[in-house]
């Protein structure tokens, strides 16, 4: 399917405190009633199907007032979803999205269902492309991937016939949208805080409810951060004996599931270090029977036992006047922590770490993600040397290691699309546009930003990256340099004009692609290997600056802004020259295909990325995810 999208239909389940919604497309606002056979949902058929493009839905939500939820809801809110987030996460002809319990069902028809028996126009190969390249003074119609580009021309909707080239991730994340996980502890010892800093959320509410089956099975899952599902326990303490047996049946439950998705893959024991000298105690009775019970009961689920509130410890051995505090509480952990866990298990190491969620004094955050990770990892690994479904999702959910992202990108590249890049038989006869255009989504998908206006996918993101890559043919002295805008008042990209309220002024026009070899296929190209080669590496780059910057801002979404400063000091550091001049240099090396793969790998995970990752962030202002502007403010017009 491809846009225009044609929708039939409008959907919300599970919104029993919903008293209204209406919905706005095209300019037209529609009600959404009730539905006379369920009293929690809300239902819309449309007698014609309405046209669903270039532009956004929005969604008003009118609540009742309500109990706490996982996160805050206001009495009301209106949600926005754009064409090609929609298209890009389509599961056949519906699209699906949760916002708090409520269940969001957008159903969509194919056009020639929508329009009758219309004929099949694109029965014509994607190198058809060839005789629509750019003149000077013409607007260009380019073929484009089902993945949200329509480059050249603002406005330009999607051609039917690219489908061929299907986003690597978005297939895995078909078969795990998300990153399953039980929190299992009693309220009190960090949970919240422990989440909210690993999945990148603004505020969890965890434990709210009373322990049982129904607080268990309950699926928590929150718009800031979708790409996860939280399953939360309460401990076990003496008035809640029963809720090991809840906990216990509730996994045994999940490893049956025929789904991998519906599976655990994950379960966090939360302890708080105790304190002996306050009279505190490490293990409840029903957490001693689990543990004991361990490979029965959790099996091979992957499990970690997290030790919250290590700060509180450090502090205390601190007010003791202990000649190394440090490391006089790692041996209080081991001697009252862990060594009394791994007497409950006949003596086997467990996989544990100590936390600390509280700014300023966070530590174990990263171990325990990568701990999960390596766990998970081996769990759910793919017979056939592919990525694991599962791995993705988690490495996608967390919102802390960037080097994680980096490294699910370049191993979901490899399963296809980065694997024979200079004589690939998957972008034969496509454009260039089109085979970028497929890799851009496989990397972006993993990165999992809290993009709710999709501007990482935007035709404009996209422009900018292929004229970036356009630098490689500007500094050899090809034809194809895509000269930057010639302003006159174009500030030079430092520290300084950054920190004032001034557009983010970029070296070329968001609005169009000014190289050439964009709309060359594929096979016709000379020295594709290297536009692929600085694509990767750029987008990569970019991202991570990115990634950084905006990591703090946990619940806010991203900004357009904020992607122009990432691009532009990405730009104008001497890392991209040094990144364009190794890709140049690497022509006359090119022999085996697996040496253009170790080259790229390279090139992204240099000995020095870290300090050129820091050293682009130097100029950079604090994120503020209130202050947006246009992608050309202060440019000239297109």
Sequence with gaps: MSLPLQLSYIKLENAKDVKLVEFAINGTTYPVPRSQQRSDTLCKDLDEPLTF?????????????????????????????SS?????????????????????????????????????????????????QPTTGELTVVRSISTGIAVGCPGISEPPNSEGLQPTARELIDICPRFRVLVVGKSGVGKSTLINRIFGLEVAHVAKDRPGQAAIEKELISPENDRFILHDSRGFEPAEGSNYDVVRTFIEQRKRKPDVKDQLHAVWLCFQVPILKYGERLLEDGVEALL??????????????????????????????????????????????????????????????????????????EELIGITQEKVSKKFNSSENTVSAVHLAAAGAQRMLPTLKIELSMEVGRQRYWR?????????????????????????????????DDHLNSKE?????????????????????????????????????????APVILPFAACMVLVTWAYETYQRLQKVHQKFMAYIVDLTHVLEILFLHTADARGKKLTRRAI???????????????????????????????????????????????????????????FDSERDEEWDDGQQEC
């Design 53 to 81: 493009a270039a532009g956004q839905l929005s969604i008003s939500v009118h609540r009742k007032k309500s109990r706490l939820r996982f996160w805050h809801q206001p009495s009301f809110e209106t949600l926005t979803f």
């Design 84 to 132: 090609g987030n929609v298209l890009s996460r389509l599961e056949g002809q519906v699209f699906r999205q949760r916002q708090g319990e409520v269940l969001i069902t957008l159903g969509f028809v194919s056009r020639t269902t929508a329009a009758g028996a219309v004929p099949n126009q694109s029965s014509s190969s994607p190198a058809d492309t060839e005789s629509q």
């Design 292 to 365: 004991k019970e361990g490979k029965e009961a959790l099996g091979d689920t992957p499990t970690i036992v997290v030790f919250t509130k290590y700060d509180r410890l450090v502090s205390y051995v601190r007010k003791q006047k202990a000649k190394d505090p440090e490391a006089e509480a790692k041996r209080y952990l081991q001697t009252y922590c862990v060594e009394p866990i791994q007497d409950f298990i006949g003596g086997a190491n467990i996989s544990h770490v100590a936390v600390s969620s509280k700014r300023k004094c966070e530590r174990g955050l």
């Design 420 to 452: 024979a890049l200079a004589s690939s038989a998957n972008f034969q006869n496509y454009t260039m546009l089109n085979c970028l255009g497929v890799i851009h989504t496989d990397i972006v998908l993993v990165w999992n930003f809290y993009d709710l």
């Design 461 to 501: 993101f996209r422009n900018l990256m292929m004229s970036m890559v356009g630098r490689l043919d500007a500094a050899s002295g090809t034809t194809a340099d895509p000269s930057p805008l010639s302003r006159s008042d174009t500030i030079v990209f430092n520290p300084v004009p950054l920190l004032t309220l």
């Design 564 to 622: 122009k400063l990432a691009f532009r000091a990405y730009y104008d550091s001497l890392w991209i020259g040094n990144v364009h001049t190794e890709i140049r240099r690497f022509e006359s090396r090119v022999g085996a295909q697996d040496l253009i793969l170790e080259k790229i790998t390279s090139l992204i995970s240099s000995d020095d990325a870290e300090a050129e990752v820091r050293a682009a962030l130097e100029g950079l202002p604090p």
